[in-house]
């Protein structure tokens, strides 16, 4: 599939059955396209990295070579997950990368949200030439490009997901999805038997929770930016809102109050709440939520988070706050 149009013939993936019947026709594309020469991808866990992994293991199975980085700004659980059901579950050549160290050692200091997401976008870069590198006999490079990032780029030229790669490491690219609206690569997703949690992930920044660990980060208030996104995400599944509030997450600022923990006075962070609802991300609708469960996410986050005596909720809508902080 070379062209960047979507045909105005091509029916909207709506069901398994149109899913399959993308999946067939791309499998037989990839396997002319690719031959038996080898696919790099950065996988990342998102769906759309996801679901290209899974369509190209079908179709090459080890002639894909995934590439996970952990930056150490991933949410709980992440990691783990992508070697569960790439590695584990769908028996793929996957390398992992544990970049902790690397990154938040660049980015300590730094509280510039500019400047902290130009370290985390060059610092991949780097980590995954590195890896490129090390690699011998790779002719291609796969992305999760999709639609709208070809709308965006003005349909002329495809949208470089993994943007910035030096000179000699510039791969033909293979992006299965690239004519895809993001509904249906879910669609895809699910068809490909990919879990849910990945499928209907929300969105998530590229700096993931670096921007939401305001100003210069440190390890131990990231890790509770992470305990505390945790314990959201699972009372949200809990409560039936996964996949109807668009966005939620929680922001920990470098800032303390006092406070009163098992009888002792405590100086400790707060947490702050944002969940919104938006249909283009250009304006966006703060959340209506039962209060009950409101109360009981304080309750945990206070008790369960290590560094936390607070929790605010920001009922801004955008404008005049963006959705992140940061
Ligand atoms: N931690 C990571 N490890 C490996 N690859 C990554 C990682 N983060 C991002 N990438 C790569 O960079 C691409 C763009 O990342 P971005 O965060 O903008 O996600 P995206 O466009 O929503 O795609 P996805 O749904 O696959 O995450 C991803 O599709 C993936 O190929």
Redesign the pocket.
Known sequence: MSSNVRPATMERITTPALAESFIDQQLAELRQQIGDKKVL????????????AALLIKAIGKQLI??????GL?RKGEPEQ?IEVFQNQMDANLIY?DAVDRFLDKLAGISDPEQKRKIIGKE?IDV?AEEAQKLEGISFLA??T?YP?ILESDGIKSHH??GGLPEDLQFELVEPVKLLYKDEVRVVGKALGLPDNMVY?Q????P?LGVRCIGAITRDRLEAVRESDAILREEFAKNGLEGKVWQYFTVVPDIKSTGIIDGKRSFDWPVIIRAVNTVDAVTAEVAQLDFGMMQHIVDRITHEVSGVNRVLWDLTPKPTGTIEWE
């Open positions: 991808l950065a996988l990342s866990g998102g769906v759309d990295s996801s679901v290209v995934c590439v996970h980085v952990n930056h991933l992508v990368v991949f995954f992305q999760g999709i990032d997901n993994v992930r969105p998530f920044p590229g993931g």
